[in-house]
């Protein structure tokens, strides 16, 4: 597993797959052994079938970002056909891991980093011999669950075991019994890549970075329409500590200098920026659409 005090894990699936509650379940395991978690969900057109992704944060230290996942230490896909219409490689880091629901062996992917380990399980085939199926669909998130952990030492299964007893009480027994089988059947080889990513980072690296959110604005589209409630900022008490800007998981509040304005269009209306505001200089207004 990649080294350090902080992992980032993102997961692509479809909706009715379970890649949501996979990211819980592993934010709730992690907190239970002591690590700070953070479990974020990012829908598509929110129906069965649709495109999915899911964030998971596991670290040692308190995790003040809010933003999703663009360059994750891990990534776990959940559907067979996603590496085909999907790059799921896109900003994993060098020397990163990628658990992958297919019958294929971890040579046969094609990758730009350096080299990667490639985990390999048919979590479809677990899914099935443990009548995990719903409306036609394999629920196949335990089984890769399970072979996440065969890789991420630093979760102990039993302690997932546990918190997948007290989420499925009703089938507990199925989901545990497909949690071990992706953990035992896993395939893992380290695999060379052609190293082309490294390359083109290295000549964009930049030597300070930003420790809170990494957002990429408008990546879900203007997002205004989610509106219930809508941030104002008083600027009688704005003292320009940009926190609101540090920590906007959209990128929609703005900066000049040490003035923010909020872009509206992009703004969802989370009120991240209301609550890390040390001065209450952005309030709360509900939002009538006219």
């Known amino acids: ?62 995790i003040l970002e809010r933003s999703q996942i663009y360059s994750p230490d891990c990534v776990i896909v959940l559907d067979p056909v996603l590496p085909g219409t999907v790059n799921i490689f ?4 060098n020397g990163g891991i990628a658990v992958i629901n297919t019958t294929d062996a971890p040579e046969k992917f094609r990758f730009h980093q350096n080299v990667l380990t490639i985990c390999t399980v048919d979590a479809v085939d677990i899914a099935i011999r443990n009548h995990l199926v719903v409306s036609g669909t394999p629920v196949v998130n335990i089984p890769l669950l399970g072979a996440f952990l065969r890789i991420f030492s630093r979760i102990p299964p039993e302690i997932t075991e546990d918190v997948i007893r007290e989420r499925f009480r009703r089938n507990w027994k199925a989901n545990v019994r497909a949690m071990w089988e992706g953990y035992e059947n896993a395939v893992i080889r380290k695999v060379k890549g052609s190293g082309k990513t490294m390359s083109q980072e290295s000549k964009c690296s930049i030597a300070v970075r930003v420790p809170v959110s990494k957002p990429v604005k408008g990546v879900a589209g203007r997002t205004s329409i989610w509106r219930d409630f809508v941030p104002e900022i008083d600027y009688s008490r704005c003292t ?15 900066r000049d200098g040490r003035e923010v304005r909020i872009d509206y269009d992009f703004c969802k209306g989370c009120l991240v920026c209301s609550s890390v505001c040390p001065k209450t200089a952005i309030s709360v207004a509900r939002e009538v659409m006219g």
């Open 90 to 93: 896109s900003g994993l880091k």
């Open 1 to 62: 597993m990649v080294e350090g005090v902080r992992w980032e894990i993102r997961f692509h699936g479809r909706g009715g797959q379970g890649a949501v509650t996979a990211s819980l379940l592993l934010a709730e395991a992690a907190f239970r052994c002591g690590y700070y978690s953070q479990s974020i969900p990012f829908f598509g057109a929110e129906r069965r079938g649709a495109p999915v992704l899911a964030f998971t944060r596991i670290s040692e230290e308190e």
């Open 240 to 254: 320009g500590c940009l926190n609101c800007w540090l920590h906007c998981p959209e990128s929609a509040v703005l």
